[in-house]
């Protein structure tokens, strides 16, 4: 059963700075890349990106997504206050689709 | 647009039976698979359940497979989610997602959630 272990748990960070969030797969995926959401509070979550980097209608250039194998990662480079938000990284094979637990990433 | 409304949602026994619908517009339905994402409060995100285009093919997760039933009326535009026997761990926000799948070679496609439906709860108690 694939395992995504998203670290860290938490990011404290102040708006202009950079984030970089990690993705690790317990297997080789089998669809080759993570999807990245974006969840807000009290709001349903966004695709970020899909693919091979590929950005979701909408959404700023600052957020840039990339790995293969089993190690990923979401960087958001000149964080802006509407960024302070709770990230998922995902993959779905033929069978069974799978979540990391999440990194927050909030304001120091 | 894209627009997912879901619905059904209540406060439901323990052992009980709920009904979630979710109604589509904005894309060709019959073409698309679709999921249910679901949100224990204060919780992480899973995948419950998947539906392909044609109805044929419906995968679960392992927590709720035996209990839940996915189906589509593509005459309707809706998606379904029969959940019987309910548990107190199944208490959360059912989310209706669009799937969008991505070709990343031979016979490899990557699958993520392009829209979202705002969310029903689903609350299990005595």
């Known amino acids: 059963e694939l395992v995504l272990t998203q670290s860290p748990a938490t990011l404290s960070l102040s708006p202009g700075d950079s984030a970089n969030l990690s993705c690790r797969a317990s297997?080789?995926?089998?669809?080759?890349?993570v999807a990245w959401y974006q969840q807000r509070p009290g709001r349903a979550p966004r695709l970020l990106t899909y693919g091979a980097s590929n950005r979701a209608t909408g959404v700023a250039d600052r957020f840039t997504s990339g790995g293969t194998g089993t190690d990923f990662s979401l960087t958001i480079s000149r964080l802006e206050p509407e960024d302070f938000a709770v990230y998922y990284c995902q993959h779905f094979d033929s069978e069974l689709g799978t979540f990391g637990q999440g990194t927050k990433v909030d304001m120091k | 647009e894209v627009d997912l409304l879901e619905s059904g949602g209540d406060l439901v026994q323990p052992g009980g039976s709920l009904r979630l619908s979710c109604a589509a517009s904005?894309?060709?339905?019959?073409?698309?698979?679709l999921s249910w994402v679901r949100q224990a409060p204060g919780k992480g995100l899973e995948w419950v359940s998947s539906?392909?285009?044609?109805?044929?093919?419906?995968l679960y997760g392992d927590s709720v497979r035996g209990r839940f039933t996915v189906s589509r009326d593509n005459s309707r535009n809706t998606l379904y989610l029969q959940m019987n026997n309910l548990r107190a761990e199944d208490a959360a926000m059912y989310y209706c997602v669009k799937e969008l799948w991505t070709y990343c070679g031979d016979d490899c496609y990557s699958i993520s959630f392009d829209s979202w439906g705002p969310g029903t709860l689903v609350s299990v108690s005595s």
């Open positions: 539906i392909r285009a044609g109805g044929m093919v419906t």
């Open positions: 904005g894309f060709v339905f019959e073409r698309y698979a």
């Open positions: 297997q080789t995926l089998r669809g080759k890349f």
